[in-house]
């Protein structure tokens, strides 16, 4: 368990000699990846979506490929395409970007929904499908996507299975003046990602995946999971609440969040911590809610004001 305190810790060290003042985002990162799980980032262009996805594969001497998402994109552009060699008389798979162990899927909302599809088994099954033959990918996996949120125009909005399959769902955010200066004097003659050494490789990071299933979970905690994320599908606002992958996420996510504060088994504060970044993008709004302006991340935060927290006296949330 130390071992694996100590990797994560590495990790968020070394991308934070890149990405400045964003020590919460670039936790929540590294937890996704030691829960083996895909991100989804929704933020304005130039805040670092990018940089973050690159300083972690610098980190982890990870194989690293980015897919620009356009209307034209293709399924096949993204999971490779089989090729007839003419000399060999037979067909040969030419691995397409999806193939890499870190991909960043940019602006994956500008996709049609057809190519957007082709993700989905890749992301739940770690595996593709190309010509009725399939191709494992390789360990880890991780998938970061981002979109901007304030563009509508050519845009196609991610299917809730797609949603579903994202771990958690975060946002950079501006930086402080104090690091944008400080941002400044780091670029001034040689950007931070080209000096940015390795400091734990794959086979470490899925030592440290396996120790966060060991981290211990109350029976008690189980059922403060599931009893949120069941609420979530009995609110008059909500059309559609989370699903059982939902619970799994806020587990697994709690599990890791109390690994990186070094302890070896989790808290209500874990679940309560991850409850804002795992759900709301599973929940969909009614029509009326959204008229009125709430949102999925409202109803969260109500929930856990809510809910009774384990061991606490009644009326104590």
């Known amino acids: 368990m130390s071992i694996a305190w100590q990797v994560a810790e590495r990790l968020v060290q070394n ?9 919460k985002e670039v936790e929540l990162t590294l937890l996704a990846l030691l829960c083996n799980g895909h991100i989804l980032i929704e933020d304005v262009p130039g805040t670092g979506k990018t940089t973050l996805a690159k300083a972690i594969a610098h980190s982890l001497g990870c194989t690293f490929k980015r897919i620009q998402f356009t209307p034209d994109l293709l399924p096949t552009d993204a999971t490779g395409v089989s090729i007839y060699n003419q000399k060999s008389e037979q067909f040969e798979f030419r691995p397409g970007p999806l193939m890499a162990q870190i991909v960043l899927a940019d602006e994956i909302n500008r996709a049609t929904p057809k190519t957007q599809s082709a993700l989905l088994e890749a992301m739940e099954e770690h595996q593709v499908s190309v010509d009725g033959t399939t191709h494992s990918l390789p360990s880890p996996f991780i998938v970061l996507a981002t979109q901007n949120p304030i563009e509508y ?30 941002l400044l004097d780091r670029l001034q003659r040689l950007h931070p990602l080209e000096s940015l050494g390795q400091v734990c490789s794959p086979e470490e990071l899925v030592e440290a995946q396996d120790a966060v299933k060991e981290v211990y979970v109350d029976g008690l905690i189980k059922e403060y999971i599931v009893n949120l994320v069941a609420a979530t599908r009995e609110q008059d606002e909500v059309y559609l609440g989370a699903s059982p992958r939902g619970s799994l996420a806020l587990y697994r996510a709690s599990q890791a969040h109390a690994l990186l504060q070094g302890r070896n088994y989790v808290i209500p504060d874990d679940v309560k911590a991850l409850a804002p970044v795992t759900l709301p993008h599973r929940i969909i709004m009614s029509p009326s809610a959204r008229m009125k302006g709430l949102n999925s991340t409202v109803i969260v935060e109500g929930l856990l004001n809510q809910i009774q927290v384990p061991g606490s006296k009644a009326g104590y949330r």
């Open 15 to 23: 991308v934070e000699k890149v990405i400045i003042g964003k020590h």
């Open 153 to 182: 125009e050519g845009t196609f909005p991610l299917p809730e299975a797609q949603l579903d399959r994202f771990l958690l769902r975060l946002s950079l955010g501006y930086p402080s003046r104090q690091n944008e200066v400080e």
